[in-house]
């Protein structure tokens, strides 16, 4: 669905007149609204880690809740409120969903969260391609409200499948602990804080969450601008994601094997060269094919960071440490829309693409520096 937005923000800004620069506060807001809920998101999620099912499942139902608002806003301003629901939630889901997974596969943390992400790329390949289609028949509102019931559906789905996942000895070990003590997530919280290099790891997932929402953000506006029509800025978006659906998991499975440092650097460094060649060489057919291209690493990243922060946290309060830790995050990527939105409005893209590129440059250094140990 996020991706899917992504082709209908050009329709949205045509439709309220708003410039470059709004639709970057529109995404601050959304950055800001997700890293605010995800501080004590987190906390509540460990201390409720029984209920995963149900926090999950409420997630998709405020999804489906935020979009309608959208679909159905009448005012520019509508669309802030609707889009800090699906920000709440979008941010509280990640947290229990990555824990859950990382408990699971202790041993393969990087080729599960690639799958993860992968999974993730099937919706980002088929929905901005079906949204581009339907635009040729439909409106963006209508698109929208239609999308609703797909969370709905979700909810019920995430909540029967965390009922049969649940394993018995997980419920004896369960029953003869005593609840969670709020007192002592916070201290083992601080401890990992300042005992290991978990808070530049998270700068680097920072750095690198700036990049990705400034190019979903203003790489659509920008082929809309350009002259391309709805059906082929999905089209695009979607070959955006397609080689990190194939390539993500094995990404994964060697980070496993030979550690994260080494395939998650180089990955950085590529995108940087990537965007840095999108910026300047980027017209015609070499713009498709640096999008195809970017797609090796644009999606597999992510996946290795969270990984990572998992490793650190060995599994103790995960989500309190991913709460915490994504706030920083969503704090650091508030910043970027509006710094891109400036670049896009008064200098152009170039300038936009640069600065992303500088972005993931930045991060690429910063892992390169940090000591871990496999």
Request: with cysteine; glycine share 8%; charged share 10%.
């Amino acid at each position: 669905m996020g991706q899917s937005f992504s082709v209908l923000l050009p329709l949205i800004q045509e439709t309220f007149q708003v410039t470059p620069v709004q639709i970057g506060a529109l995404i601050t807001a959304k950055e800001l609204v997700a890293g605010a809920i995800s501080l004590p998101g987190g906390i509540v999620s460990d201390y409720l880690v029984r209920y995963r099912a149900h926090i999950l499942s409420l997630c998709f139902v405020a999804f489906g809740a935020g979009w309608l608002i959208i679909a159905a806003a009448p005012l520019y301003s509508v669309i802030f409120f609707g889009i800090a629901i699906t920000a709440a939630a979008g941010s509280i889901w990640h947290l229990p969903s990555l824990a859950e997974l990382g408990a699971r596969f202790a041993d393969n943390r990087g080729t599960v969260f690639a799958i993860h992400g992968a999974g993730g790329s099937v919706g980002d390949i088929t929905g901005p391609i079906a949204t581009g289609l339907l635009l040729a028949f439909l409106s963006w509102r209508e698109i929208l409200a239609i999308y609703v019931s797909l969370p709905l559906v979700l909810a019920l789905w995430t909540f029967l499948l965390f009922a049969r996942m649940k394993r018995q000895k997980d419920e004896e070990k369960e029953s003869k602990t005593d609840a969670p003590n709020l007192k002592e997530q916070l201290q083992l919280s601080r401890y990992i804080l300042s005992t290991t290099p978990i808070w530049r790891v998270n700068m680097v997932a920072g750095l690198r969450g700036m990049c990705f929402t400034v190019l979903v953000t203003f790489l659509p506006i920008y082929m809309y601008d350009s002259g391309f029509s709805s059906t082929s800025i999905g089209f695009h978006f979607g070959l955006l994601w397609a080689l990190g659906l194939l390539v993500s998991p094995y990404f994964g499975h060697l980070s496993d094997r030979f550690g994260r440092k080494i395939i998650l650097v180089p990955a950085l460094l590529y995108s940087s060269v990537l965007i840095a060649l999108l910026a300047l060489w980027g017209k015609g057919i070499v713009f498709t094919i640096l999008i195809i291209l970017l797609g090796f690493s644009i999606r597999s990243d992510y996946s290795l960071i969270n990984a990572t922060i998992i490793d650190i946290v060995k599994n103790r309060v995960e989500t309190t440490m991913l709460g915490i830790l994504s706030f920083t995050r969503y704090i650091m990527g508030a910043a970027a829309p509006l710094i891109a939105g400036v670049l896009y409005q008064y200098i152009g893209m170039q300038a936009t693409l640069l600065f992303v590129s500088a972005l993931f440059l930045l991060a690429a250094i910063i892992f390169s520096t940090i000591d871990l140990k496999k």
